[in-house]
């Protein structure tokens, strides 16, 4: 469903971010992509989203990717309508239903004629029932904002989602409705969050860091396991090595006392 290929995304002052990151999304996958914070998640997210392009590589993919952003500042100056991206189809609905049918109304409405009514009872289902369309984003709350973006889950009905610290403005409540349509839709999602609960539902894990993007198959708990495994593992290639040094040294400074020694006995 999509493929990256050997991405790398460069800094203005030439600093890498990461490089040769090669990714496939198949369809319905739940992939979480972990790190620590400056890796390069968000940034690698907003270019398999097709709003940023990466420095090298290229991006493959027949649908559009729904993104939504960690931060919501470019949503600021724009009614909840156009954000959702319903806008136009629900202006010529509307021109339509007050008698103004013109081709140019019908081919933006197309066979979407209950729109307005898709979008109100998404927005009812992530606890927005009533939100007046017309209402600009910069004056709802992170947690409204959020909601809003999330609706346009259940208006569009993508074959990817892309998501970027979802939870981080949500009551419980809502965070239950979020994981309930992680665990149920057939969409690929692919999700940046430190969200632990939600994490839980990802069945594949991408961590990102300097190295590049490492695969762990199973779910955040696993992956945690995998990964006190592979510490454990190599503390025991430290540790070796630090006795193998160990012993180096000391058959090393055994051999200088030996020709010391001999040196003194052949100097008598």
């Known amino acids: 469903m999509l493929i990256a290929q050997n991405i790398s995304y460069i800094h203005p002052d030439k600093e890498i971010l990461f490089e040769n990151i090669s990714l496939s999304i198949r369809k319905s996958e739940k992939i979480a992509l972990i790190g620590n914070n400056g890796s390069g998640k968000s940034t690698l997210l907003k270019i398999l989203a097709g709003h940023?392009?990466?420095?090298?590589?290229?991006?493959?993919?027949p649908s559009v990717p729904y993104y939504i952003p960690q931060h919501f500042?470019?949503?600021?100056?724009?009614?909840?309508?156009?954000?959702?991206?319903?806008?136009?189809?629900?202006?010529a609905l509307h021109?339509?239903?007050?008698?103004?049918?013109?081709?140019?109304?019908?081919?933006?409405?197309?066979?979407?004629?209950?729109?307005?009514?898709?979008?109100?009872?998404?927005?009812?289902?992530?606890?927005?029932n009533g939100l007046d369309l017309s209402t600009f984003m910069g004056s709802m709350?992170?947690?409204?904002?959020?909601?809003?973006l999330?609706?346009?889950?259940?208006?569009?009905?993508?074959?990817?989602?892309?998501?970027?610290?979802?939870?981080?403005?949500l009551d419980s409540f809502t965070r239950e409705i979020l994981c309930h349509y992680v665990a149920s839709t057939n969409a690929a999602i692919v999700v940046v969050s430190h969200d632990r609960s939600l994490l839980e539902l990802f069945g594949s894990i991408y961590e990102l860091d300097k190295s590049g993007l490492?695969?762990?198959?199973?779910?955040?708990?696993?992956?945690?396991?995998?990964?006190?495994?592979?510490?454990?593992?190599?503390?025991?290639?430290?540790?070796?090595?630090?006795?193998?040094?160990?012993?180096?040294r000391k058959t090393e400074r055994e051999a200088l006392e030996r020709k010391q020694r001999m040196d003194a006995r052949g100097k008598k």
């Not at 309508?81 to 319903?86: E, F, I, P, Q, T």
């Not at 709350?141 to 809003?148: D, I, N």
């Not at 999330?150 to 403005?169: M, Y």
């Not at 510490?231 to 006795?243: F, G, I, T």
């Open 52 to 61: 940023l392009l990466p420095s090298i590589g290229s991006i493959v993919c």
């Open 214 to 248: 490492s695969f762990y198959n199973g779910s955040y708990s696993a992956y945690e396991e995998q990964k006190a495994l592979e510490e454990q593992a190599l503390l025991h290639q430290v540790e070796e090595k630090e006795k193998e040094l160990g012993v180096a």
């Open 95 to 128: 021109q339509i239903l007050g008698g103004h049918v013109s081709d140019e109304n019908l081919n933006t409405i197309g066979d979407d004629w209950s729109i307005e009514e898709r979008v109100n009872e998404a927005l009812a289902h992530w606890g927005l």
């Open 73 to 91: 500042g470019q949503f600021n100056e724009l009614p909840v309508s156009r954000a959702l991206g319903v806008e136009t189809k629900i202006k």
């Open 150 to 169: 999330l609706a346009g889950l259940f208006i569009h009905k993508p074959n990817i989602a892309l998501l970027d610290e979802p939870t981080n403005h």
């Open 141 to 148: 709350s992170g947690g409204e904002k959020t909601k809003v």
